[in-house]
């Protein structure tokens, strides 16, 4: 038989188709194997972490075959509970792939303790600004006899007595004890009053 009548023959075609299907049961099984080794298309939504416990993150980022990282512990944030998430990296709903790292930020367990600054001897206006400055909250303010209005002649925090450089929790309300201006002026208290009033009456 010629090569032209081979060519021609029903053989031939035979073996064409033969070729054909092996060749595209191949390339198929070829794609699904890297779809599977890469999932290729395949993503997972990162789900919301925050106000969870990095246990609970945990146990939630293990059943979709996501990783964490536990990046910092932040200064305390009172809108979470103590020791849960308060950022996640990426954020909920960004799409990746399995086995992607979440970075999380946990909240501290509690306020940290500041130092009281030096009020005493001020104007509640001038106090006001140092005391929040400080991370503190103003609490009540109480009027007593004294010559100079609103100046701070005591700070508390539940009734006891306060003084400058008491440690304190961040964020608690610190009460004002201010001169009410009414008193009449006795030359001993001239010394106690802040420059400015003391300027005034002279």
């Given amino acids: 038989m010629s090569l032209k009548d081979f060519l021609q023959s029903k053989v031939f ?84 792939k399995d086995g992607r790292k979440v970075y999380l930020k946990v909240n501290s367990s509690g306020y940290n303790k500041v130092d009281l600054p030096d009020l005493i001897q001020k104007t509640y206006r001038a106090a006001l600004p140092m005391l929040k400055a400080s991370g503190l909250e103003e609490g009540t303010k109480t009027y007593i006899p004294y010559l100079a209005k609103d100046v701070v002649l005591e700070l508390k925090q539940n009734g006891k007595r306060l003084k400058a450089g008491d440690k304190v929790l961040k964020a608690s309300k610190i009460d004002f004890v201010l001169g009410d201006g009414k008193a009449g002026f006795d030359e001993n208290e001239k010394d106690s009053l802040p420059k400015d009033e003391n300027t005034q009456i002279n």
């Fill in 13 to 96: 075609f035979k073996q064409v188709i033969i070729a054909l299907v092996i060749i595209i049961v191949i390339v198929f099984a070829l794609m699904q194997y890297l779809s599977y080794a890469t999932n290729h298309g395949e993503e997972i939504p990162v789900p919301d972490l925050r106000k969870m416990t990095v246990e609970k993150a945990k146990e939630t980022l293990e059943n979709i075959d996501l990783e964490y990282v536990v990046l910092d512990t932040v200064e305390f944030k009172a809108d979470y509970p103590p020791l849960t998430i308060v950022q996640q990296d990426p954020l909920p709903k960004v799409n990746v």
